[in-house]
């Protein structure tokens, strides 16, 4: 069965099975897990159903050096999983120090010896669109892929992620042969240049939470200035990586400009992050290891960092919000993507008038919503990421209960196989409490009262993270008046998780630095170099 028929093959089989059964939509696809699972809102029973095994071929375990897979200098792999089950989907070259200097070594030559900085910025920019034509072709053969690795709804991985990756792609290919200095007027007979140079070898370590969106906001601005790239997948997540470097190479990408390293953070990771040949280092991730990454950079060749960090976002639902609305809304900036996103509305701040109607309807929100295999038509939430975030959650939602936050719905373990939360709200959440404070990562919001906007100004900033916010309301004043006092980011009114190509997205305070997207993401692989002439008799200046 062609992967590339997978998504309309799933819609059809999908459709038989709501009249003839479950056993329709199992035989069709013709393979399944031995690992039942139910699908059903969380609160209810429903008959089990088996887990769907996408039927996508998985060619690309090794790392990308120099144009070639190749296995680890150590021959060692690691294991990556389906997080449904905790099964095993594949074994992958497991990197570490020598695998990375292989890499920088080829990544530098490319810089220095090889065609791409030197090829015309419309060339390079005929690469990247190919390369999006690729991704297209191949989008839902990567959206499986994806889900399958990650556990994320699969109608999230193909309606919203890939349409927005080959639009980066696009964005980026637009921005190649845009990419230029300026003439500086003097103080005197000089003629005065800047030049936008490529910054050399870039170090990319991104996430798990959306390996292919964080590799098109790494790789798309560092390719469109002209530089060579050294990326380290998380470990968690590595398959999807791998898949489209291999396309990159089919549009026409030379050899050593894109090198893919699998491996853990305390190796490979922090071998990228001190190397003493890379030039720029840019990553995605939590905030304790971004201090970690920024501190090696420092104390190698002192590198330019971006990070991407994380966030305690708040959303805030004023007295005049139409609340079924904002009730939805608030379940989305929380929920999607499992709760694992580093700008989600995790601080829920609900206006002490419409408070106690709000919580009812949060709760039956997220009583309704749909757990279970993320490949089914209409499942809202899979399972988190691995083991360790599964317990880190559940942990957290201990600790609710224990500061005596009132459990409205969830709490627990959502079945008995695979890595599946319970959707789980708290109401009467104090700032003090360890949920309030800390970003959980997972599908736990927190419903906070307030009283006026000077009161919820002072509380949705006191947090050390910076990274977005919502604001609900009807009134263009209130709004304004948010917006310009929240210290995000990023703020969304009336509306939450908009990206879009050209929108910068960064964080103030412990959320990182620098801004990833948009035209303010190029500044992060350039240098500018300043150049001056004297000029003879010049006719003006």
């Not at 997978?6 to 099975?17: G, H, I």
């Not at 099964?87 to 010896?113: M, P, S, T, Y």
């Not at 919000?321 to 609900?350: K, P």
């Not at 408070?355 to 009812?360: R, V, Y």
Request: aromatic share 10%; glycine share 8%; with cysteine.
């Amino acid at each position: 069965m062609a992967a590339r028929r997978f998504s309309s093959l799933l819609s059809r089989s999908l459709a038989a099975s709501s009249t003839s059964g479950s056993s329709s939509l199992l035989s069709s696809l013709g393979r399944s897990s031995s690992c039942g699972r139910s699908i059903h809102r969380f609160s209810t029973a429903a008959a089990a159903e088996e887990l769907i095994i996408p039927p996508v071929q998985i060619n690309y375990t090794q790392n990308l050096i120099n144009g070639q897979f190749v296995d680890a200098v150590s021959g060692k792999t690691f294991p990556t999983y389906d997080p449904r089950t905790a099964e095993v989907i594949a074994h992958v070259a497991e990197g570490d120090a020598e695998d990375i200097n292989l890499a920088v070594a080829a990544a530098r030559k490319a810089f220095d010896e090889g065609p791409w900085p030197r090829m015309t910025a419309y060339e390079r920019s005929r690469i990247l669109l190919r390369f999006a034509d690729l991704l297209e072709k191949h989008s839902d053969e990567l959206a499986a892929l994806e889900t399958w690795n990650n556990g994320k709804p699969y109608e999230q991985a193909a309606k919203s992620e890939l349409p927005l990756i080959i639009r980066l792609f696009h964005y980026y290919a637009g921005w190649a042969d845009k990419i230029h200095g300026l003439t500086v007027p003097a103080d005197g007979d000089y003629h005065v240049q800047t030049l936008h140079e490529p910054i050399g070898v870039a170090g990319q370590i991104i996430p798990w939470n959306f390996p292919l969106v964080m590799f098109a906001w790494k790789v798309g601005p560092a390719l469109a200035c002209g530089n060579t790239i050294v990326l380290k997948t998380a470990e968690q997540t590595p398959l999807t990586a791998l898949f489209v470097a291999k396309l990159f190479h089919e549009a026409g990408l030379p050899p050593g400009v894109l090198n893919i390293v699998s491996g853990y953070g305390p190796t490979a990771g922090a071998a990228l992050a001190s190397h003493m040949d890379v030039d720029k280092l840019a990553f995605t991730g939590s905030t304790d290891t971004g201090k970690i990454v920024l501190e090696l950079a420092a104390r190698s060749n002192l590198k330019p960092v971006t990070l991407e960090l994380g966030g305690k976002s708040p959303f805030i639902v004023c007295e005049d919000a139409d609340l079924d609305q904002a009730v939805e809304l608030a379940h989305f900036a929380l929920f999607f993507n499992q709760g694992q996103c580093c700008c989600a509305g995790s601080r829920t701040y609900v206006h002490e008038r419409v408070h106690d109607e709000f919580i009812e309807k949060a709760k039956a929100r997220a009583v309704r919503r749909v757990v279970g295999d993320p490949f089914k038509k209409g499942v809202e939430q899979g399972p988190q990421i691995d083991s360790e975030q599964f317990e880190k959650v559940l942990r957290y939602i201990r600790a609710g209960i224990k500061s005596n936050a009132t459990l409205e719905c969830g709490g627990d373990r959502f079945g008995s196989k695979g890595y599946f939360i319970q959707p789980t709200v708290f109401s009467n959440v104090q700032d003090d409490m360890l949920i309030a404070q800390d970003e959980i990562f997972g599908p736990v919001q927190s419903i906070f009262k307030f009283k006026d906007l000077d009161e919820v100004i002072r509380r949705a900033n006191a947090t050390r993270y910076g990274l977005a916010a919502g604001v609900f309301t009807k009134n263009l004043d209130t709004a304004n008046t948010l917006t310009r006092a929240l210290r995000a980011g990023t703020v969304w009114i009336n509306c939450f998780d908009v990206f879009d190509a050209a929108i910068p997205f960064g964080g103030y305070k412990m959320s990182g630095i620098g801004r990833e997207k948009g035209i303010y993401s190029l500044n992060n692989y350039l240098q500018v170099k300043a150049v001056i002439t004297p000029l003879k008799k010049a006719a003006w200046l």
